[in-house]
C-alpha cells in the first residue's frame, strides 16, 4: 500500500482503526470534488485581486506558510481531515492563484496551457490505471518512491543553497538538460497520482473509517497540486 506521497503513508490505514461507517469510492470522490473547489475558489479569488492591482505577495505568503501547517498537522493526525483538509485547500489556492496570476501576466496563456495539461494527465492516468494498463506493482512503487525522495531532497538541496545565493546547476536553467529535469520532476509527479489511485482503492477495498474519505482526498490533491507546478514551470522554460 506505499504511496510516493508523503502524506499517504502505507500504515495510514493500519493507524485508523475502522468504526461506525467505511469509505466508499463515491464519498472519496465527492470529497476531492469539494477540496478542488476550495482550491479553485480561492485561486480565482487571488488572482482577481491582482487584476486590481492589489499585492497579493502576502496572500500567497499566507498560503504557502498556512498551506504547510495543515498539511502537516493533517499528514499526522488523518482523523483532523474533515476539517484540516478543507482548510489546507483553501491556504494553498491562496498561493497557488498568486503564482498562477504573476506568470501569466510574464507569459500571455500559460495558466490555462498548465491547468488543461495537469487535468488530462490526470484523467489519462485514471484510464489507464483503472483499465489496468499500468499495474501497480511492488516495484513501481520502488520506483516512485524513490524518485519523489530524490527529488525532495534535490529541492531542498536547493532551498539551503538560495541562502548562500546559489543553486542547484540546471534545476531552473531554460536549457535542453533543464528542460529534461523538468520533464522527469513531471513525469515523476504524474506517477505519484497512480500510487495515490492505488492508495485510495485499497482502503475502500479494507473497508476504511470514514473520515479517511477526506484523508485520500487530501493526498491526491496534494499530488495535484504538486504536479500543476510543475507543469507550470515546464511550460515556462519552454516559453523562454
Do not use: C
Not at 490505514?13 to 475502522?18: E, I, K, M, N, Y
Not at 484523508?215 to 504538486?226: D, R, S
Amino acid at each position: 500500500m506505499r504511496s510516493g506521497n508523503p502524506v499517504l503513508k502505507d500504515d495510514t490505514f493500519q493507524r485508523s482503526a475502522a468504526s461506525g461507517k467505511s469509505m466508499t469510492l463515491g464519498g472519496t470522490t465527492a470529497k476531492i470534488s469539494l477540496l478542488f473547489l476550495f482550491l479553485v475558489g480561492t485561486a480565482a479569488y487571488t488572482w482577481y485581486q491582482y487584476s486590481l492591482g492589489v499585492d497579493v505577495t502576502l496572500m500567497m505568503i499566507i498560503g504557502a506558510i498556512g498551506g504547510l501547517i495543515f498539511a502537516l498537522i493533517t499528514a499526522f493526525f488523518p482523523k483532523a481531515a474533515p476539517v484540516t483538509a478543507p482548510i489546507y485547500a483553501a491556504l494553498e489556492g491562496f498561493f497557488i492563484g498568486g503564482i498562477s496570476a504573476f506568470v501569466e501576466g510574464a507569459y500571455s496563456g500559460i495558466v490555462i496551457q498548465a491547468v488543461s495539461l495537469t487535468l488530462a494527465v490526470m484523467g489519462a492516468l485514471l484510464i489507464l490505471y483503472a483499465t489496468r494498463v499500468i499495474k501497480v506493482t511492488r516495484n513501481f512503487r520502488l520506483m516512485v518512491v524513490s524518485a519523489t525522495l530524490g527529488i525532495f531532497l534535490v529541492y531542498l538541496v536547493n532551498f539551503i543553497l538560495n541562502f548562500f545565493g546559489m543553486t542547484v546547476p540546471y534545476l531552473h536553467s531554460s536549457g535542453p538538460v533543464g528542460i529534461g529535469i523538468s520533464l522527469f520532476i513531471v513525469a515523476v509527479a504524474a506517477l505519484n497520482l497512480v500510487l495515490d489511485f492505488d492508495f485510495i482503492e485499497k482502503g475502500v477495498n479494507r473497508g476504511a473509517p470514514k473520515h479517511m474519505e477526506w484523508y485520500g482526498a487530501f493526498g491526491l490533491i496534494v499530488t495535484l497540486v504538486w504536479l500543476y507546478i510543475e507543469i507550470l514551470r515546464l511550460l515556462q522554460k519552454l516559453r523562454r
